[in-house]
């Protein structure tokens, strides 16, 4: 089992620059999550999903969009690049069903907007 | 508004001694989960330990346990006998009980160093 798959793991993008962090999971979760992660800081929701077609915004969502058309993928998408999102960015995935609902992380995607 | 709240940014302890790192919560949810992750230098969040609200004893998994004090708030990871290894960043995050979405609150995490 390969969990949570994202790529890129490093990319640098100029500013006004548009991009696609693409996350896979092979778990067969329904749920599935976007965080960001900027230095010395805890993660903050971007968007999140519950379902194939089914996508709602977190706490930071400006400046991102995704998509859900399968239960294995969650891209991320970025639109005009600014340098306030440079960050680590990861996706999580979890069963809901389960009384813990744990989310399973990838091993992140670090962003550098210049 | 729930919220998480972690106060102490840095840790030592000593190899081999017990360590605790705090986390207080606010939420006016009944229903709700806190969880302990683990993030090293090399970057991945690793799931260290899960406690239901509803849970009537405090979770354990290994050398990790969580002193749950509902009243208080509270929800402070204990690690018994630290190891090296155990020097990483660690992260209270609770569960968002409304709307069955399963999503997580994180706080601003605490920097373990174990010294030998």
């Known amino acids: 089992n390969a969990g949570v798959t994202q790529t890129p793991k490093f990319r640098i993008l100029k500013i006004g620059q548009s991009m696609t962090l693409q996350c896979t999971q092979d778990?067969?979760?329904?749920?599935m999550y976007w965080y960001r992660q900027d230095p010395g800081m805890g993660l903050k929701l971007i968007y999140y999903?519950?379902?194939?077609?089914i996508t709602d915004k977190g706490e930071v969502p400006n400046g991102y969009n995704v998509s859900r058309s399968t239960t294995e993928d969650f891209p991320l998408r970025l639109e005009l690049a600014a340098p306030s999102q440079t960050s680590v960015y990861f996706c999580?995935?979890?069963?809901w069903g389960s009384g813990a609902n744990v989310l399973t992380f990838g091993a992140g995607s670090r962003l550098t907007v210049l | 508004a729930q919220k998480i709240t972690q106060t102490q940014p840095g840790m030592f302890v000593q190899e081999k001694e017990a360590v605790t790192l705090d986390c207080t919560y606010d939420?006016?949810?009944?229903?709700?989960?806190l969880f302990w992750y683990k993030q090293p230098s090399s970057g991945e969040m690793i799931f260290l330990i899960y406690?239901?609200?509803?849970?009537?004893q405090n979770a354990t998994e290994g050398r990790y346990s969580l002193n749950f004090q509902k009243a208080r708030k509270s929800a402070n990871l204990v690690i018994s006998a630290s190891q090296l290894g155990d020097s990483a960043m660690y992260f209270c995050?609770?569960?968002?009980?409304?709307?069955?979405?399963?999503?997580?609150?994180f706080g601003q995490g605490t920097t373990l160093q174990v010294k030998p």
């Open positions: 999903s519950v379902g194939a077609g």
């Open positions: 939420t006016s949810d009944p229903s709700y989960g």
């Open positions: 778990m067969n979760h329904n749920y």
């Open positions: 995050a609770m569960r968002d009980g409304a709307g069955n979405t399963g999503k997580l609150i």
């Open positions: 999580a995935s979890s069963y």
């Open positions: 406690q239901g609200s509803y849970d009537q």
